[in-house]
């Protein structure tokens, strides 16, 4: 009997069925004939780039799963000649609440690591809470060297984490007053630096890799 495909690489082939999600990267709901559903990313145009930004996202999303925080399975593919990020769609997830914030608290340390700029989104619905209780973090295309919609945050991703005081600024609804104990406990839980570094292997830019090596350095220092 053959195997069957995987299902986000199957989906570009197999198509029934697109709809227009929320957001401003061109993201779309595409249902397949067997009736699972997927999510089709290509990036956003801001910094007139659309590839880089889809392969960043792709890259920040497979370091998330390397250091054990929950995201949708997720591949790259070629469509039309365009990169395409396709990602199971989270059957199933809510949407956050109050009760979710503790676990947003726990997930800190790897969210300022990785420059992640929109963990919850205008809308909160970048982050979704899953049947079983844990937080998957669905669109992380505001992390790493690159802002939501595609622009290049330049040299606000550096080698200093500067996050934990720029998330208690703009999400102080979840991050306000986070103590040096919390941050080294969501160190801890992650694995800290060498974790950190050895889940650079999963991030194809080269560049990035290195600034991430970096960065988780400078977290290191910080809880020391």
Do not use: C
Not at 2 to 7: L, T, V
Not at 17 to 26: A, M
Not at 141 to 169: H, L, M
Not at 173 to 201: L, P
């Amino acid at each position: 009997m053959r195997e069957r495909p995987d299902p986000p690489l199957e989906a570009w082939t197999f198509l029934k069925q697109e709809v227009r999600l929320r957001g401003s990267t061109g993201a779309a709901l595409r249902t397949l004939p067997d009736g699972r559903r997927v999510v089709v990313k290509r990036g956003g145009a801001a910094g007139g780039n659309r590839e880089a930004h889809i392969r960043n996202e792709f890259d920040m999303n497979r370091y998330l799963n390397e250091l054990g925080l929950a995201v949708p399975d997720a591949r790259m593919t070629t469509e039309d000649g365009r990169p395409t990020m396709i990602t199971q769609f989270e059957e199933g997830a809510k949407p956050i609440d109050e009760e979710d914030y503790p676990q947003l608290r726990r997930d800190i340390v790897p969210h300022a690591l990785i420059s992640n700029w929109d963990v919850v989104g205008m809308d909160y619905d970048n982050v979704l809470r899953r049947p079983d209780g844990r937080l998957t973090y669905v669109d992380v295309g505001g992390a790493g060297p690159y802002r939501a919609q595609g622009a290049p945050k330049g040299a606000a991703f550096g080698p200093t984490v500067n996050e934990f005081a720029s998330f208690e600024d703009h999400m102080p609804e979840i991050y306000h007053n986070m103590s040096d104990e919390e941050i080294g406990q969501s160190y801890d839980q992650y694995g800290g630096v060498d974790a950190m570094t050895d889940a650079t292997s999963a991030i194809q830019n080269p560049q990035v890799a290195d600034m991430m090596r970096l960065r988780a350095q400078d977290i290191a220092r910080r809880v020391a």
